[in-house]
């Protein structure tokens, strides 16, 4: 069967580096249906080994307010996406503004209206990474998202719930980067404005792992599944979070420092398909592709072919 | 009839005549106290009950095992509880049994129902706790539950849902006892079953607190609200669980080992309480009378009940 009437697609972010880049996408390019690439612009080469293997190409952008605050700014970043698109050979834009405010909000609503209007008339395609935002965190959204989720629904062709960084570990003392209720949560409330077969659960490829002893700072995005793949690491204890669906590590350190790990791994990995299943979304991606873990791909692999 | 839109109806542990003296604390607050303890209540505590217009319930539990197994064991222990009522005062019965084999399922339901028409004939009223289960965390709940919640709903006047042991302290290596998603998923599944005039939704009043040591073992259950009730705790650092809506403290105790405590808490409860709030829940119960702070009672007192809900029937009424 051909990847893209598969009924749910694989479309990772990308980190393109150099030349290797190709190798590693070769390892799984039979079940990838897209690419959203960030990194450096990649080599002809690249795109011709995607448009070879059926795999659809994206551009990673991101940026600030002054992207799109005025009609030039807006413009000039439009035109920007366009050329990207017709002449590196890109086929779309995968939109990723995270860190603006409410106040942009009518200014961003007419940036997409446009870039959709304009890619879509080239024949390419607008994809669009948003938060995972359940009422639980966030109370209503419309008090602190720059964007109408409407909008979002209206002119993307794919839309990306990010479903991570519940905690961000480099900015506090604990928690896992996601968990089962939480993305589930923020699954449905984007079902609510956005058609199911254009979204896209977002899943890391990377646990939060923080040294318990006081001082230590906050904590860091690792992507190692478990304890035993660090050096010297030691006394590790495991406890399954039976409501997060996730196992959490109690470890030592090469310096006996007390550290607790929240994996991502298979297992959460599972859990979080089921969502997908339950829900008949379009498809998973994960951040990144250069971070899938060996039994991340065996649940995947799995979940695409049964297999 | 109920001094307030919500009512207040936590367990209560009678230890001796001193109990008397911690009721009268807040006395004017309650609407009614599920009673536990080793000891019979002083006649002095009913008494009390009485002249503040408390209700009062007893609290009994066990696995259930030689309770209820066979008609004539459910026949003994309808007979003990309408004894408690009747001779020694109490107003109804709150039935915590909590492992129950799923095998007594159909038993379990049928002396419910027995009980149930029993204390209704004396005016006796019949409540029931249950586990805080979810579809999140154990799927239908035919698959390992002992509880048969229509039949709960037929039975019993009122249904207390344990929102908290979300994670188990003395059985865990780190997490909080409720979280806000999980205690709404709670509610919400009860909901399903339970009319809502019969709904309670009943709250931590300890935290966990767990040492960070390897081969620390298990954790605690705590009524602190912070390290710095503690002696000797230094090095405290703090962070507020967006999703669990609650404190959160890395610190050092006296001997220099690294703990780390899941707060139950002022801003805690006050989160929890907008479910209340947000289902209209009529009814609050804690996790118990004597280990709620002083910021949860903060937390209540500022409370603004729930525009709107009608009032429960009075006392008599039962």
Request: charged share 25%; net charge negative.
């Amino acid at each position: 069967m051909a990847k893209t009437k598969r009924k749910r697609l694989l479309t990772p972010w990308f980190p393109y580096q150099n030349a290797g880049s190709i190798k590693l996408l070769r390892d799984h390019a039979d079940v990838i249906n897209g690419i959203s690439i960030f990194g450096k612009t990649p080599s002809p080469e690249f795109f011709a080994c995607c448009r070879e293997r059926d795999i659809d190409t994206l551009l990673l952008v991101g940026g600030k307010a002054s992207s799109f605050d005025t009609p030039e700014h807006a413009r000039a970043t439009l035109d920007g996406y366009l050329k990207a698109c017709t002449e590196d050979g890109y086929g779309g834009i995968d939109l990723d503004f995270e860190h603006v405010t409410p106040d942009y909000t009518d200014a961003y609503t007419v940036f997409l209206r446009d870039t959709a209007k304009e890619l879509h008339a080239i024949g390419k395609r607008l994809s669009i990474c948003v938060g995972c935002y359940p009422l639980a965190q966030h109370g209503r959204p419309s008090r602190v998202h720059f964007f109408e989720p409407e909008v979002i629904g209206e002119c993307c062709d794919e839309v990306r719930v990010m479903c991570y960084d519940l905690y961000y570990a480099p900015h506090c003392l604990l928690g896992p980067t996601s968990s089962f209720p939480w993305a589930r949560d923020g699954m449905r409330f984007w079902l609510q404005y956005v058609s199911k077969e254009k979204l896209i659960m977002g899943l890391p490829a990377y646990g939060n792992d923080y040294d318990m002893s006081p001082g230590a700072g906050f904590g860091w995005q690792v992507n190692f599944e478990h304890p035993s793949e660090i050096v010297m690491s030691h006394a590790i204890e495991s406890f399954w979070l039976h409501y997060e669906r996730l196992n959490v590590y109690r470890y030592l350190n090469h310096e006996r420092h007390t550290h607790i790990h929240y994996a991502s791994d298979g297992k959460s990995t599972q859990h979080h398909l089921t969502t997908v299943e339950d829900l008949d979304l379009g498809g998973i991606s994960f951040w990144h592709y250069g971070t899938i873990t060996p039994s991340m791909w065996q649940v995947v692999y799995y979940f695409l072919r049964g297999k | 009839m109920s001094k307030r839109k919500v009512r207040l109806f936590p367990w209560f542990a009678y230890q001796n005549r001193d109990s008397v003296k911690q009721l009268k604390e807040h006395a004017d607050e309650l609407d009614g106290i599920s009673i536990f303890g080793k000891r019979m209540p002083a006649a002095e505590l009913f008494a009390c009950c009485r002249e503040y217009g408390i209700d009062t319930l007893k609290l009994v539990g066990g696995t259930g095992e030689g309770a209820f197994e066979t008609p004539a064991q459910a026949r003994a222990t309808i007979d003990g509880f309408l004894r408690d009522c009747t001779e020694t005062g109490y107003g109804g019965i709150d039935l915590d049994y909590e492992h129950v084999p799923p095998r007594l399922l159909k038993p379990y339901a049928t002396f419910m129902r027995d009980l149930g028409r029993e204390l209704h004939a004396v005016g006796k009223r019949l409540s029931i706790c249950v586990h805080g289960m979810a579809v999140g965390e154990h799927g239908r709940p035919e698959t390992f539950a002992f509880y048969d919640p229509e039949a709960i709903a037929a039975a019993c006047d009122e249904v207390r849902p344990m929102c908290y042991d979300y994670y188990f302290a003395p059985r865990g290596i780190t997490g909080p006892t409720t979280a806000w998603l999980w205690a709404r998923e709670v509610m919400q599944f009860w909901l399903q079953y339970i009319p809502l005039e019969k709904m309670y939704m009943a709250l931590p009043a300890y935290g966990n607190d767990f040492s960070t040591l390897p081969n620390a073992k298990t954790g605690k259950q705590v009524n602190f609200e912070h390290p710095t009730w503690v002696e000797g705790a230094h090095d405290i650092e703090h962070a507020w669980l967006h999703q669990e809506r609650l404190n959160f403290y890395r610190y050092l105790d006296a001997d220099g080992k690294p703990r780390v405590l899941y707060a139950t808490d002022e801003e805690s409860t006050r989160e929890l309480l907008k479910i209340v709030d947000a289902f209209r829940i009529p009814a609050i119960s804690f996790w118990y009378y004597q280990t709620m702070t002083p910021g949860i009672w903060k937390a209540l007192k500022e409370f603004p009940g729930i525009a709107g809900v009608p009032r429960l029937p009075s006392r008599k009424a039962y």
